[in-house]
């Protein structure tokens, strides 16, 4: 299984350090900072990176005013996958999770991100979990294809014939799940 963490790209100088120490949210620019490289695809000036912190800051306290608004959970989410810090970004998911059921487009987001950034078993253990509740929580042809790869990639080189059992029961369950979806079974 690869492992790729997820980087950032950007130029962070230390008066945006500074800023946002100040502002608490120097967690989120430690972890950027650590995963920040050269590339020049994506660069994201001080300024940007600042009013992304702010942004973050300003729909942290829509959530906790507001734990119903749809639109400023989104954002978040979108907020926290730029910057990168996958700890609060797992958190502003399961958030959202616990409170909206989410579309295609977000769990397949969530899920992406997660397995860009598995670090140790724990996180493979982590993803599995999410999966299971993802295809229950949203019918879905694509999510369940994207959980049946994972798990054979999970299961790869099929030394033991329980492993073979164990991948072509998840494709069973797929079948039964998604196989009779209207416009995509």
């Not at 959970?73 to 609060?88: D, E, F, S």
Request: glycine letters at 4%; charged letters at 30%; aromatic letters at 10%.
């Amino acid at each position: 299984f690869v492992v790729a963490l997820q980087q950032f790209q950007g130029g962070v100088h230390a008066t945006a350090l500074l800023l946002a120490a100040m502002e608490g949210k120097a967690e989120d620019v430690e972890q950027v900072v650590s995963d920040s490289s050269s590339d020049d695809d994506s660069e994201m000036e001080e300024e940007d990176f600042t009013a992304l912190l702010d942004e973050i800051a300003d729909l942290e306290k829509k959530v906790k005013d507001n734990p119903f608004a749809y639109d400023s959970h989104v954002a978040l989410v979108n907020a926290r996958v730029k910057v990168g810090n996958i700890g609060k970004m797992r958190t502003s998911f399961e958030r959202m999770s616990a409170t909206f059921p989410l579309t295609e487009q977000l769990w397949s987001q969530w899920l992406k991100t997660e397995m860009e950034n598995v670090e140790d078993q724990e996180d493979v253990v982590y993803i599995g979990q999410l999966f299971e509740k993802c295809v229950k929580d949203y019918l879905s042809v694509n999510l369940w294809q994207m959980y049946c790869e994972f798990f054979c990639k999970l299961k790869e080189p099929y030394d033991e014939a329980e492993e073979v059992d164990e991948v072509r029961g998840l494709f069973e369950e797929a079948l039964t799940a998604a196989g009779l979806h209207y416009t995509q079974g």
